[in-house]
C-alpha cells in the first residue's frame, strides 16, 4: 500500500510548492537536530542561529516567522530545503491526522496539494504508512 497514485491506493498529497504550509499556524518546531542542521547549513553558530532566527514557545523552539506570517526562510521557496526541519519533511503526513482524522480536513482548507475528497479510512491508511516509512528509513 503506497498511496502513490494507483487505482487502489490513490495520490493523497502532491505538493504544489505554494508554501501555504510555510504559514504559521503554530510555528514550525525544530528538534535539536534540527537546530544543527539548519545552523550549519547557513554558516552560523549554534548560539547565534537560536537568538536570530528562533523563538521559545513554552518547551518548544520554533522558527521565527517574517511579516507575511510566514517562516523566515521563505522566499518564493523554501532556503533551506536541503536541511529543512523535521517538521516541514513531515508534511502534510503527521501523526496529529492519526489522532483525529479532522485535521487531514483542516490542513487541506489551508494547502491545495492535499486531497480532502477521500474517504476517511483511505486517508488514516496512507498517512500510517507513510508515517511508517519514513520512522523505518530513520532507523537505517
Request: aromatic letters at 8%.
Amino acid at each position: 500500500m503506497s498511496c502513490e497514485g494507483t487505482a487502489q491506493d490513490p495520490e493523497i498529497f502532491r505538493c504544489r510548492m505554494c508554501g501555504d504550509c510555510c504559514r504559521g499556524y503554530g510555528g514550525t518546531a525544530l528538534a535539536k537536530e534540527d537546530i544543527d542542521a539548519i545552523s550549519r547549513y547557513i554558516g552560523v553558530d549554534r548560539r547565534r542561529f537560536l537568538q536570530e532566527y528562533c523563538i521559545v514557545s513554552g518547551p518548544r523552539i520554533l522558527l521565527t516567522q517574517s511579516s507575511d506570517g510566514r517562516c523566515i526562510f521563505w522566499d518564493k521557496l523554501c532556503t533551506i530545503h536541503p536541511v529543512k526541519p523535521s517538521m516541514c519533511k513531515a508534511w502534510p503526513y503527521l501523526p496529529a491526522v492519526l489522532t483525529d482524522p479532522s485535521n487531514w480536513k483542516a490542513m487541506g482548507s489551508v494547502c491545495p496539494g492535499i486531497r480532502t475528497d477521500l474517504p476517511e479510512d483511505v486517508v488514516l491508511r496512507c498517512v500510517r504508512t507513510k508515517i511508517k516509512k519514513r520512522r523505518l528509513s530513520k532507523a537505517s
